[in-house]
T-cell receptor, first 115, second 114 residues
Framework: EPEVTQTPSHQVTQMGQEVILRCVPISNHLYFYWYRQILGQKVEFLVSFYNNEISEKSEIFDDQFSVERPDGSNFTLKIRSTKLEDSAMYFC?????????????FGSGTQLSVL | AQSVTQLGSHVSVSEGALVLLRCNYSSSVPPYLFWYVQYPNQGLQLLLKYTTGATLVKGINGFEAEFKKSETSFHLTKPSAHMSDAAEYFCAVTRMDSSYKLIFGSGTRLLVRP
């Protein structure tokens, strides 16, 4: 079965540093998403992306965050100046359609630790 | 606004026993409901979903869930637990006009005893 791949699986960074989390969505998918899960808390929607622009973002997704599809295969999440509270598991997801109960395919996540 | 409550952060059952994971939702519009499973070091995998139609939904690995509007519930069941079912299970709700924006519950970790 096709899968969404995320790299790295773990990332450790110092507070204030920039990090880029990388995702390779399923090849024929057109809609891309980032979710995150802070330890012990719920999985939360961050942002959706289609046709090279953000479709929707949550209040969590402030100016420190950005997303990009730099080429035909990668989808990245950048955090410009990391804070301690950015430590979380970040999940990338993709879907072929954005309609009735479409199936999201999630990656295995990147565990970000900000020290 | 939509929300999901999963009762029990941990559920422990014996191998062969019934699995029941509880999920209650709140939604002002007809919901779409999902159960996802996360095995260790893996991503979220869709188990089953309810959108419209039959309220009893069958998913992968022998799991099923029933949408009960009167009880605002979508509990996940499996008649006989296997050791391989040990994982974290997430209930999620969304709405038709933004069905990519899942609202997740806090998850239930299922432990299966030999």
């Amino acid at each position: 079965e096709p899968e969404v791949t995320q790299t790295p699986s773990h990332q450790v960074t110092q507070m204030g540093q920039e990090v880029i989390l990388r995702c390779v969505p399923i090849s024929n998918h057109l809609y891309f998403y980032w979710y995150r899960q802070i330890l012990g808390q719920k999985v939360e929607f961050l942002v959706s992306f289609y046709n090279n622009e953000i479709s929707e973002k949550s209040e969590i997704f402030d100016d420190q965050f950005s997303v990009e599809r730099p080429d035909g295969s990668n989808f990245t999440l950048k955090i410009r100046s990391t804070k301690l509270e950015d430590s979380a598991m970040y999940f990338c997801a993709s879907s072929e359609y954005r309609g009735e109960g479409e199936k999201l395919f999630f990656g295995s996540g990147t565990q970000l630790s900000v020290l | 606004a939509q929300s999901v409550t999963q009762l029990g952060s941990h559920v422990s059952v014996s191998e062969g026993a019934l699995v029941l994971l509880r999920c209650n939702y709140s939604s002002s519009v007809p919901p779409y409901l999902f159960w996802y499973v996360q095995y260790p070091n893996q991503g979220l995998q869709l188990l089953l979903k309810y959108t419209t139609g039959a309220t009893l939904v069958k998913g992968i690995n022998g799991f099923e869930a029933e949408f009960k509007k009167s009880e605002t519930s979508f509990h996940l069941t499996k008649p006989s637990a296997h050791m391989s079912d040990a994982a974290e299970y997430f209930c999620a709700v969304t709405r038709m006009d933004s069905s990519y924006k899942l609202i997740f519950g806090s998850g239930t970790r299922l432990l299966v005893r030999p």
